[in-house]
């Protein structure tokens, strides 16, 4: 299928303006400038009047860039008609929710935002230099929380750093982050790790390589210190998996010895191989199965409480076998198990056509890009992707809203990319601009 238009690309190529060019320009980077900070804070605790602030005020800009025809507004991309069908699947569940008014609340105030989010993304950091600070957006946000938490939890609250896990409560009942709680860390900064590599592999300044090691190196210590097996799982693998993409065997023989002495010098594999609490886990599910079951076509309502607040969970405890029955019965624990629960086997196929969709854009620019910088960043997106996919296996990445948008900005970086490099092959080849 041929997503371009070319006369919206050649409306592109002008500068902002229509009747008021001042007034659009303005309007258009304010509308990035308030995107990135609600990007930046997405991990931190008491912004919320920020990143609302930010967010509502970003989209009153666009639309007014809109009314006054400032600039084409792309919605047209691989991911449009997957996003827009499963939204659909997801307004139509509110016909047989079980709980009407959260799966209405969910809805409004999750889903739709993250939508409006991804469409802010991919219209107004449409180009290599915008994708490049949405990029180094990620890390920052990531290094400033990595740098902060590990200060509070080990200097200011002078707990013990094999005792105490980053990002878990404290004793007083606080902790880094209430937004991105501690076993979902690493959907921030695994991406942001992997994104330091991309800085470092794409610069040559030498001073800026030390800055971007540093920055890696401060979210890796913070990636351990969560003691998250998950966590730990994806950044093994998805290292792994680079390094030998790269075919960098000493790197990873290195990597492999470093991440042995750390876990050992810790005493984090006490952790590891304590079983339990991923049994448990597994408890849950095996409940949350036989919800799926009575409810496997249609789901029981997009709503993320539904399963713990409004069904009478004894029933179906009751069917399961004592010895696999879950102490607590808490959300589940496994985002695809979860994604089926709530909207039904049709749901889930829809939203695996948007995973689906994502691997494909990235694949065709990894094989058929024209600008290798292209290629470089389809690949660690692709792996950033697969290490959220690995901790959402194990953990509810969509109960938060900080995890689940760093789902959607994922999402709306390899749509750009997209974007870019289908533009790029206009210019070229006008014939054949689809990659």
């Not at 990035?32 to 930046?40: A, G, N, P, S, W």
């Not at 408890?283 to 539904?306: A, Q, S």
């Not at 509810?396 to 948008?405: G, M, N």
């Amino acid at each position: 299928m041929n997503y371009i238009d070319k006369d919206k690309l050649s409306a592109v190529r002008h500068s902002l303006g229509g009747s008021y060019p001042r007034l659009s320009t303005f309007l258009f980077y304010g509308v990035m400038v308030l995107v990135c900070i609600f990007i930046f804070c997405l991990p931190f605790p008491y912004t919320t009047f920020i990143t609302n602030i930010s967010f509502y005020l970003a989209i009153i800009m666009a639309v007014t860039l809109i009314l006054l025809k400032a600039f084409p507004f792309v919605v047209r991309t691989p991911l449009t008609w997957p996003l827009l069908i499963f939204f659909l699947w997801s307004c139509f569940s509110l016909i047989w929710a079980l709980n009407f008014s959260n799966t209405l609340d969910d809805l409004r105030g999750h889903l739709l935002y993250y939508l409006i989010l991804f469409i802010l993304l991919i219209n107004f950091f449409n180009s290599k230099k915008h994708m490049n600070l949405l990029v180094w957006i990620v890390v920052i946000s990531a290094v400033v929380f990595s740098g902060v938490g590990i200060v509070y939890y080990y200097v200011i609250m002078g707990s013990s750093i094999t005792d105490i896990r980053l990002g878990l409560l404290l004793p007083d009942g606080r902790n880094v982050s209430t937004e991105l709680p501690c076993n979902l860390i690493g959907t921030l900064l695994i991406p942001a790790m992997l994104f330091c590599f991309y800085l470092y592999q794409m610069k040559t300044n030498v001073r800026i390589r030390s800055f971007i090691f540093f920055c890696g190196s401060i979210i890796f210590v913070a990636s351990i210190l969560t003691q998250s097996r998950t966590t730990l799982l994806a950044m093994v693998v998805t290292i792994t998996l680079l390094l030998l993409i790269k075919n960098k065997k000493k790197w990873l023989v290195g990597f492999l010895i470093l991440i042995s002495l750390t876990l050992a010098f810790l005493s984090i594999n006490k952790r590891i191989i304590n079983s339990e609490s991923f049994l448990e886990r597994l408890k849950i599910n095996n409940v949350v199965l036989e919800v799926v079951k009575d409810n496997l076509l249609l789901g029981i309502g997009f709503g993320m409480r539904t399963f713990s607040e409004t069904l009478d969970i004894r029933e179906y405890v009751h069917r399961i076998s004592p010895e696999r029955r879950p102490v607590n019965i808490i959300n589940p624990h496994n985002w695809l198990l979860d994604m089926m629960l709530r909207v039904g086997i049709i749901g889930l196929i829809l939203f695996l056509c948007i995973i689906f969709a994502f691997i494909k854009m990235g694949w065709k620019i990894i094989r058929h890009s024209r600008d290798p910088a292209y290629r470089e960043l389809a690949i660690y997106l692709n792996i950033a992707f697969l290490s959220y996919f690995l901790i959402g296996l194990f953990e509810p990445v969509f109960l938060f809203s900080a995890s689940a948008i760093i789902f959607y900005v994922l999402l709306a970086m390899m749509t750009i990319l997209w974007l870019c490099n289908r533009n790029e092959n206009l210019v070229h080849d006008p014939d054949r601009a689809v990659v």
